[in-house]
């Protein structure tokens, strides 16, 4: 089991007013620190734009980058994803990243409000995924989408929709399937098969719940502890990590506990010890890991 971190589980976002930004630099030595040899890239301007200083950036604290999160629309006929989808690719394969992590953005900055696309805007979804999945042969690199609250793609029938009408492989983001209505254990147990990428996060369902009636807008969901260190909330996470298991995925296990932090909180915030916790709850399931420390 291969297991990454991510700088969102810092509070890190790339969401404009998400919270306080820690530096860098802390966020990548308590990876080191904690055993990490991976991490997940992080949103634009966190590392070095240029990929060969990334890399080298990141080999100064005994990490890797295995994936990146890129948002893009791509519902609208009037708008071409392409050209940012093969700057991100080329990026990545420049820099050695596995793993670009679509998710089909809405156009806006946050994730509290979205449309319901028509039959002709999941007609523009559907073949933007197939112009991206053909351009990704040029690149070398794995494409997935990233079912996530807020973004076009969230509920169980968006889900099943992309699954049945693309051949895109998925990213499972445990937190956010249920936080959108689906589970993510039952998901593993009927499309394996699809999954490319794993972020691995708890989420407290009744709170979940409140999103998905639209009683309490999802940043201020995660600002309240929607997102808990695994073992503490309402994923079942020993099925999905056995179902993937069993069906010989190999993939990475991104440890993306989203947190947001408030700037009157940054001097006592410790999100080191969420991450720890749930790296030891991994280690708890099966024994010491590839990835992660003792």
């Given at each position: 089991?291969r297991?990454a971190?991510?700088?969102i589980?810092?509070g890190?976002?790339?969401v404009?007013g998400?919270?306080?930004?820690l530096d860098?630099s802390?966020v990548l030595?308590?990876?080191r ?12 301007g966190f590392l070095?734009p240029?990929?060969t200083?990334?890399?080298a950036?990141?080999?100064?604290y005994?990490?890797?980058a ?7 629309v791509?519902h609208?006929d ?6 940012v989808?093969?700057a991100?690719m080329?990026?990545?394969a ?6 670009v992590?679509?998710a ?6 946050s ?12 007609k ?6 197939r ?8 690149f ?26 693309s ?6 983001d445990?937190g956010?399937?249920l ?6 254990a039952?998901?593993?147990s009927r ?12 989420v407290?369902a009744?709170m ?10 999802y940043?201020?969901a995660?600002r309240?502890?929607l ?5 503490r909330g ?5 099925a999905?990590?056995s179902g ?14 989203d ?5 009157g909180?940054?001097a006592?915030?410790d999100?080191?010890e ?8 991994l280690?708890g399931?099966?024994g010491p890991r590839?990835?992660?420390g003792?």
């Open positions: 089991m297991i971190g991510a700088p589980s810092w890190v976002s790339e404009p998400w919270g306080y930004q860098r802390r030595a308590e990876m620190e904690l055993g990490l040899t991976a991490t997940e890239l992080g949103p634009e070095p240029s990929p200083r990334c890399r950036l990141l080999a100064q005994g990490l890797r295995v994936g990146g999160f890129v948002p893009v791509l609208e009037d708008h071409d994803p392409l050209p989808v093969r991100a080329r990026a990545f420049d820099g050695d990243v596995d793993t992590v679509l089909a953005s809405t156009g806006g900055e994730y509290d409000a979205r449309p319901e696309l028509d039959a002709a805007a999941w523009t979804l559907m073949t933007n995924l112009r991206i999945l053909r351009s990704a042969k040029e070398g690199r794995s494409v997935t989408l990233h079912p996530h609250v807020g973004t076009v793609v969230q509920d169980p029938d968006e889900v099943r929709r992309v699954l049945d009408g051949a895109v492989q998925l990213c499972l445990t956010h399937l936080a959108g209505g689906t589970d993510p039952e998901l593993v499309a394996a098969g699809r999954i490319a990428h794993v972020h691995l996060k708890d407290d009744a979940a719940e409140r999103v998905r009636a639209g009683e309490l807008p940043g201020r995660v309240e502890g997102y808990r260190p695994l073992g309402d994923v079942d996470v020993p999905i990590v993937l298991t069993a069906a010989g995925y190999d993939g990475w296990y991104v440890l993306e506990q947190v947001a932090i408030a700037p909180d940054a006592h915030a999100p080191r969420n991450v720890a916790e749930s790296l030891a709850y280690n399931l099966a590839d990835g992660a003792p």
